[in-house]
């Protein structure tokens, strides 16, 4: 969702906090600010926009001060405009707030303040006010602890206090991390705001406050009581690439899923070799076995309940937001989570829910040291590295090939091997023939996928990105599905694309159907169609994503498109 960033230390304050904004904007770019004290001073630059250019309008990088809390923003309670940007000052300007979460109950803690003078529509900004009247009474900490208490909702915040030339960090349901450095302290939503200064992190669980000063920090939980945290070493020093003569990131990220591939499956043998053979033996020793995933890694999971399936292995997988609407869990169940950030909020609350049911746990992620990976009895790094894009491209590849990875253990005769040089000649040969096409669909409004077995997801994830990046309106769905009400939509030139792995009748029969009505017919298949492939029906969804991943680059190329931040999207969803 929101990025936080903050510092106490004796850095370039602006160069730092703007740099750790650019490795963050990827949870929010609507807007972005920074707050710094200077000579007993706050001083607030904040605007609309990516971060870049907000630097570029109001000079970040020249920022003074010793303390600064910044914040990249993804817009839920308030629209996007500079009043509602982040940072926010109380009415004394003493306090400076930084928030990433929902405040749920902003309304009621606001009727409690009288005479404030409020200056945006955020639920966020009650925070600073509600600390500024509380500490009229008493000492900043019993008022941050009483404002823990009272709100309810996610929250992560950093909060400024200009007198006391303070940072305090608390939070609740929203992720927040502390790196320390040498007489410095680091704060940030994830390491990666902080991960090219230092390899000492603490994490704060929920109902933990930290205070930091110039003698260093201290953790405390809801009761003010000291915690004992050990610090933890981490290897996630990834710096930003730049777009290496690519004109967007998303397509540089496609041509890295070959490097991708081979990294995980390096990590797999080798590193990881011990996580794998826990994870396979918790399949094993489980009588239920239940995936959890929301958007791309969802449909990553419904390739895993396909592979296990072949193995012989019963699973199912639910959309994290409506897991505990739908299922049930006990003692015999294993519960699967499946995040890129691993801070995923759906997924996290499904978890939770699990975990009070007696379940075990395992997870795939992206990201090392996340919430998802941390709450997890084993999990399983994909190695997919950094995505600046919005849409996941490498994680959704890395992920079906960690889940692939999985089946083969417990049974499921499917060969890794060839998988990335593979996808390097599917890029190579089909790409020139993708851009035609993409010129062919730019100015269509509707586009439906259709697949049966494995290819079913491959069709939802296809579909997801047509929705993402070139803004189509589009449906993947199951072949068979196609008479159950959705051919009274197709009518002369609607494109349909069906994803036909080998001269199945099925799959080949639902294309006659469209094919009947008219319909602009666009075949991936092996053995038909316009686009070449390996001889290899077995790999052919992480080939036939390939091209679905392309086709809405170009699309979206086609129509001078935000690729790589498509509107009202953020890649880190941590709120409900």
């Known amino acids: ?64 001060g010793k303390i600064g809390v910044g914040h990249t923003r993804w817009s839920t309670h308030g629209s996007t405009t500079k009043q509602n940007a982040h940072p926010h000052l109380s009415c004394d300007e003493r306090f400076a707030i930084a928030h990433n979460g929902i405040i749920e109950n902003w309304k009621d803690l606001k009727s409690q303040l009288n005479g404030h003078r409020y200056t945006s529509e955020t639920d966020s900004e009650v ?93 405390k939980n809801i009761n003010g009581e000291e915690v004992e945290k050990e610090p933890e070493n981490f290897d996630w020093d990834q710096e930003e690439a730049g777009k290496e003569g690519y004109e967007h990131y998303m397509r540089k ?17 080798s590193a990881q070799e011990k996580q794998v053979d826990r994870f396979v033996e918790l399949i094993k020793n489980h009588e239920k076995i239940l995936f959890t995933a929301s958007g791309t890694s969802y449909h990553a999971s419904l390739m895993g309940v396909y592979f296990l399936n072949k193995a012989d292995i019963e699973a199912q997988t639910l959309i994290a937001s409506e897991f505990k609407n739908y299922e ?21 609350d499904a978890m939770e829910y699990s975990r009070k049911e007696g379940a075990d746990i395992a997870s795939i992620i992206n990201v090392p040291y996340s919430s998802v990976e941390r709450e997890s009895d084993v999990s399983l790094r994909i190695m997919a590295g950094q995505e600046v894009c919005v849409a ?51 100015n269509k409004n509707d586009i439906y996928i259709i697949g049966r077995g494995d290819t079913y997801p491959i069709a939802r994830e ?3 990105k047509l929705k993402e990046i070139p803004y189509i309106h589009a449906e993947g769905m199951m072949g068979g599905e196609l008479k159950h009400g959705t051919l009274a939509l197709i009518e002369e030139d609607v494109p349909v694309i069906s994803l ?20 602009k017919s666009i075949k991936i298949s092996p053995w038909t169609g316009p686009f070449k492939f390996p001889n290899s029906n077995s790999k052919f969804p992480f080939y036939t994503i390939i091209i679905g991943f392309l086709l809405s680059y170009w699309i979206a190329n086609e129509k001078n498109l935000p690729i790589d931040r498509p509107r009202n999207l953020s890649k880190s969803i941590t709120v409900s």
């Open 1 to 64: 969702m929101c990025g936080i960033t903050g510092y106490y230390g004796n850095k370039n304050m602006g160069k730092y906090l703007y740099n750790s904004l650019k490795r963050l904007d990827y949870r929010g770019y609507d807007s972005a600010g920074i707050a710094t004290l200077n000579n007993g001073k706050i001083n607030i630059k904040k605007d609309t926009g990516e971060v870049e250019q907000i630097n570029q309008k109001h000079n970040l990088e020249k920022t003074d």
């Open 127 to 219: 925070i600073a006010h509600y600390i500024e009247e509380k500490s009229k009474e008493m000492s900043v900490e019993e008022a941050v602890k009483k404002f823990f208490k009272e709100a309810k909702g996610s929250l992560a915040v950093v909060l400024l206090d200009s007198k006391e030339e303070k940072m305090y960090a608390f939070k609740r349901g929203s992720p927040l991390a502390l790196g320390i450095g040498n007489d410095e302290t680091f704060l940030g939503s994830d390491l990666y705001a902080f991960s090219t200064e230092t390899d000492k992190a603490i994490f704060f669980e929920d109902d933990e406050y930290g205070i930091i000063d110039q003698t260093g920090y201290v953790i």
């Open 253 to 269: 990220e496609i041509g890295e899923i070959p490097q991708a591939v081979e990294r995980l499956e390096n990590s797999l043998n």
């Open 328 to 348: 049930r869990v006990d003692e015999d169940t294993l519960v699967i989570a499946i995040s890129q950030s691993g801070e995923t909020k759906d997924v996290l």
């Open 392 to 442: 996941a491209t490498k994680t959704f590849i890395n992920q079906i090939y960690t889940l692939l990875k999985i089946a083969n253990k417990l049974g499921y005769q499917n060969h890794l091997e060839e998988i990335p040089k593979r996808i390097e000649k599917v890029i190579e040969k089909n790409e020139p023939k993708i851009k035609q096409l993409a010129k062919e669909l730019k």
């Open 462 to 464: 296809i579909a997801l």
């Open 500 to 519: 036909i792995p080998e001269k199945n009748s099925e799959i080949i029969s639902n294309v006659k159907e469209i094919e009947a009505r008219n319909a």
